[in-house]
C-alpha cells in the first residue's frame, strides 16, 4: 500500500523542530526541602530559618536548596542537613515532590521534600544566619512558599510510619526512660496514651535493651534507663520480609 504524503498544514517533525517545542520544559530547577524533626522539651519540633526574600520577609522556611547539575536529590537533601547541622548519618525519607505553578518567585522550580529525625540535645546547628531555630509544631500557622503544606504533609507521613517502624527511637538520646518514649508518642500522635497499655505493647515488641541504670539529676522519681535494640529490629524485619540472616 502506498503511503500518502502528510497535508502541507501538518509537516513532518524531525529533532530539530521537536527540541524548539520542549525547550520550555527545561527551563525548570529542582530542589530539596527538607522537615528537620527533634523532640525536646516534650514537644515536637521542626527547625525553620527567616526567609531571606522580600515576597516573604518576615515569615519561616525550610531548610533547602537547588539540586546541583551532577547531584542527585538525595545527595543534595543530606549536603543540606550536614551543612546546617554538621550531624552524617541522620534518618532521611523522601516524601512527595510539590510542583505547582507558581510556588516560588524565581520561576519554575519543583522541590522534593523529605524528612529527617534528630536529636536536639546532641545536635550543634551551623551557620546561624537568618535566626536559625527550633520552633513547636503546633504553633507553625503561616511560612514562606508552600512550606506549611510540605510541613503537614511530611508530619502525616511520619505519625503514620511511627505506627508500624520505631523511627521515633532516632528523635531520643541513646539512653531514656519509658517516660520519655511515651512522651515522645503523645507528641507526634497528638494524643492521650494510657501508660499501662503503652508500656505493655513497647515491652512486648522486645525492641528495648534494659540497661540496670537509673535516671540521675531528675525532679521526679528516678526511673530505669533503656536502649534501641537495633539487632532485634533488623531480624524482625528480616523476618517480616522474607530474608534470611
Known amino acids: 500500500m502506498s503511503s500518502q504524503p502528510l497535508p502541507h498544514s ?17 527551563k525548570i530547577a529542582i530542589s530539596v526541602d527538607c ?4 523532640f525536646d522539651e516534650n514537644e515536637l519540633k521542626i527547625l525553620l530559618i527567616k526567609s531571606d526574600l522580600d ?42 515532590a510539590f510542583g505547582k505553578p507558581g510556588r516560588h518567585p524565581a520561576g ?10 534528630i ?3 546532641h545536635s550543634i546547628l551551623k551557620n546561624l544566619d537568618n535566626e536559625l531555630h ?11 512558599f508552600d512550606h506549611k503544606e510540605i510541613v503537614d504533609a511530611c508530619y502525616a507521613r511520619l505519625r503514620e510510619k511511627l505506627k508500624d517502624h520505631p523511627v521515633g527511637f532516632n528523635l531520643l538520646p541513646r539512653k531514656f526512660s519509658l517516660r520519655e518514649l511515651q512522651n515522645l508518642y503523645e507528641a507526634i500522635l497528638a494524643v492521650k496514651l ?10 512486648s515488641m522486645g525492641l528495648l535493651i534494659d540497661l540496670h541504670e537509673m535516671e540521675d ?11 534501641f535494640n537495633e539487632d532485634a529490629f533488623q531480624k524482625q524485619e528480616n523476618s517480616y520480609l522474607g530474608i534470611d540472616d
Open 10 to 26: 501538518l509537516p513532518q517533525k524531525n529533532i530539530n523542530t521537536h527540541l524548539i517545542e520542549i525547550k520550555d520544559y527545561f
Open 35 to 38: 522537615v528537620i524533626f527533634g
Open 55 to 96: 515576597q516573604f520577609r518576615g515569615k519561616w522556611s525550610l531548610l533547602g536548596d537547588i539540586v546541583r547539575t551532577d547531584e542527585d536529590p538525595d545527595d543534595a537533601a543530606y549536603r543540606v542537613l550536614l551543612t546546617r547541622t554538621g550531624i552524617q548519618d541522620l534518618y532521611l525519607e523522601q516524601v512527595q
Open 108 to 117: 519554575r522550580v519543583v522541590t522534593i521534600a523529605y524528612y529527617s529525625l
Open 119 to 121: 536529636n536536639i540535645r
Open 134 to 144: 527550633w520552633h513547636p509544631v503546633k504553633k507553625i500557622k503561616q511560612m514562606a
Open 194 to 203: 494510657d501508660r499501662r497499655n503503652f508500656r505493655k505493647k513497647i515491652m
Open 217 to 227: 539529676d531528675v525532679p521526679h522519681r528516678p526511673a530505669k534507663l533503656y536502649k
